[in-house]
């Protein structure tokens, strides 16, 4: 089964430990030497309206995915993936 970028964004990881709701796709990691995916970035969820800014995205390693059906993809793994902190801008140096 081919899959586009645009098509994963539609799609909603579920844990298939757990049965918990992760979210949708909003990114890829891809190693261009190899031209592969390495993992799947979720976006981290908006606190307060997005006023306090977001929580950490949730990255899931390529290897953990464990099957992409036609609205899911369930994702097998112990524990937490691994969280990944956005870096702020500055203030000062847009000036």
């Not at 645009?6 to 990881?13: A, I, M, S, Y």
Request: charged letters at 30%.
């Amino acid at each position: 089964m081919n899959c586009s970028l645009t098509e994963l964004r539609n799609k909603e990881v579920i844990n298939a430990t757990n049965g918990c709701r992760i979210g949708f796709v909003d990114d890829l990691e891809v190693n261009t030497c190899s031209a592969k995916i390495c993992a799947l970035i979720i976006y981290g969820r908006l606190k307060c309206f997005g006023l306090l800014g977001r929580r950490d995205d949730c990255v899931i390693p390529w290897e953990q995915i464990s099957l992409i059906g036609e609205d899911t993809i369930l994702v097998g793994g112990e524990g937490e993936f691994r969280p990944k902190r956005r870096k702020k801008p500055h203030f000062f140096k847009k000036f």
